[in-house]
């Protein structure tokens, strides 16, 4: 199955490098080693992805949209679930977008963006 990824209805796809899964898991408190015999002990309360989105080179209207986009406080994305193997559209959050270098492309008359990415949360 192909990857997908969008923000809300907007299709990334196309301008995808790379988009890397990892699952976090979240323990309730007191969740720990003992101190007197070393055992881990913990209560997972939770199960969260955090995906790295990394794009090639962004025309200025799709780097805009992808800025517009999540700017909210939580977007929907739509992704391919490497658990399911199937597309799922989850809520996540994201807290930094580093845009890239700027750079005009002469033969379109456009700013061109290299080496934006982010991060982004599952809420």
Do not use: H
Request: include cysteine; charge should be neutral.
């Amino acid at each position: 199955m192909k990857p997908v990824f969008k923000i809300g209805d907007n299709d990334y796809t196309d301008y995808l490098l790379e988009l890397e899964p990892v699952r976090n898991d979240l323990d309730s408190d007191g969740a720990g080693r003992n101190l007197l015999d070393g055992l881990m002990y913990r209560a997972r309360i939770a199960q969260k992805f955090k995906w790295t989105a990394k794009f090639l080179r962004l025309p200025e209207q799709i780097m805009k949209g992808i800025s517009n986009d999540i700017k909210a406080e939580f977007a929907m994305i739509t992704f391919l679930d490497p658990d399911l193997n199937r597309v799922v559209t989850r809520e996540y959050y994201t807290s930094t977008l580093k845009y890239g270098s700027q750079k005009y492309d002469r033969s379109d008359k456009i700013t061109v963006y290299d080496g934006c990415n982010f991060d982004m949360t599952e809420r």
